[in-house]
């Protein structure tokens, strides 16, 4: 069982926007950085947000700025990603990660989901 479990996943229209949302299976992660990933068909995995504990330090990868904001709620224990104008591109197995800072690098997360799927169609 993953110890994140992320939902929000969809197919939508080139212009649309989803709102990603990503809680924990077990235990909390109010005290850890949180991040999202993404792979694209035949690419390998790619940064896209992340969020510090006290959310004090947010960092997006170049192809998402000024479209996506990553954002948390510590009461429900949950980290959102509201996505704006996706493109096709932005099709995508979302991953939800938790670690002990806020980078881009897939090996500084200790704690994964299992992915949503959006799909984005011209």
């Known amino acids: 069982q993953a110890d994140l479990v992320e939902s929000g ?3 939508v229209q080139a212009g649309d926007s989803l709102r990603l949302s ?7 992660f109010n005290d850890y950085a949180m991040a999202w990933f993404r792979q694209r068909p035949g690419k ?3 940064f896209v947000a992340a969020i510090s504990g006290f959310a004090t330090i947010l960092e997006y990868g170049d192809s998402v700025k000024g479209r996506f904001t990553i954002s948390r709620d510590k009461a429900k224990n949950a980290v959102h990603l509201q996505m704006t104008s996706l493109q096709p591109e932005d099709t995508a197995v979302y991953y939800c990660a938790a670690g002990p800072g806020a980078r881009r690098e897939e090996d500084s997360y200790t704690y994964w989901g299992q992915g949503t799927q959006v799909t ?3």
């Open 44 to 46: 390998e995995r790619e």
């Open 9 to 11: 996943g969809g197919s």
């Open 22 to 28: 990503c809680v924990a299976s077990r235990g909390t």
């Open 120 to 122: 984005v169609s011209s």
